[in-house]
């Protein structure tokens, strides 16, 4: 099996890395925007761009080259970025634990404005918009994205996030919801305004 | 259909998900109901919204970077060392022995979670093998160093 996994890593040959480069130029820039939109930070999202396409070149032989290359990547992309999510996660729970004995309230920021890394984020997208979809869970965030900012069909995205149409439909309209209850919430003037 | 039926099929009214039977009963609730018109209108500008949305655009030196530390990944095992594979295997066999185990009991325990896919893999320092991977039930990183 290890043997495997390092022939897979030196046999990749040279046509597939002129087909591997060809399949990132076309790529990365859509990729690049939907990473920072998921961050909504964009030096967060060229580490995760970065960490997607290592991870994507590393298994290239798992690409099942009939399917559209942007949808294997964003499986992998959105895969990476829920496990830094949890890591962080559980470093949170570990320091608040070990400091206030408190666990925090919830798993995502209930409102990343008020949160210290949101202020010192470098690079921020910083609309009303964007702090709303950070304020949902990631999996709402992702399919909402996945659906509103990449246009994607419900199956599409069900593969994406490898889940059932049913549970990608049920995400985003719970994002949704919650994304304008914040929306409502934050900035009644100008949710009265973007809805005019 | 009651209002809070409709409301739930809303989302899927504004992506063109459902079938064009369930299309019909939205719409022509949404036209006689006042409240569930304003929320489906509600619904399509939101979605506008996001979909409006400007793309950020990549610093210049990005695409290079990226494909620079795609080309490096492509380095990892040195040639000049020669590990016993069998030996090597044993390592990684155990570790992705508790990921598929971990993988059964994830998926079964919780369908709505997604199983962490951090896939075993090997690292050759200097002359040291190593097994690395990661502790499948608590996350926490595991290498094991595996002997020549
Ligand atoms: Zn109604």
Known sequence: ???????QKTAISERDIALFEKLFKESHKQAFGLACRMTGNCSEAEDLLQEAYVRAYRFFDRY??????????????????IDSVRKKNRLRMLSFSQSTHEAPAGFDFAD??????????????????????????????LAVLLADVEGLAYEEISEI????????????????QRLREYLVKKNPNKYAEMMS | MSCRKIR??????????????????VRSHAYSCRNCGHELEEMARLKRLLSEMPPPEPSEFMAEKIMASVRASDHVVHPRLQVRWTVLAGGVAAIAAGYAIATVYRTTADPMQTVDRIEPTIDLRQDRAYAVGGDPFAGAP??????R
């Open chain 2, 142 to 147: 595991m290498v094991v160093p595996v002997s």
């Open chain 1, 112 to 141: 990343p404005e008020a949160s210290p890394e949101y202020a010192l984020m470098r690079n921020a997208l910083d609309d009303t918009v964007q702090a709303g979809l950070l304020s949902l869970p990631v999996e709402f965030r």
């Open chain 1, 1 to 7: 099996m290890i043997g495997a996994i390092v022939r």
């Open chain 1, 64 to 81: 099942d080259r009939s399917l559209p290359f942007a949808s294997w990547l964003y499986r992998i992309m959105t895969n990476a970025y």
């Open chain 1, 161 to 176: 996030m490898q889940t059932s149409i049913g549970t990608v439909r049920s995400r985003i309209h719970r994002g949704r």
């Open chain 2, 8 to 25: 739930t099929m809303m989302s899927a009214y504004v992506d063109e998900e459902l079938t064009g039977v369930e299309m019909m009963e």
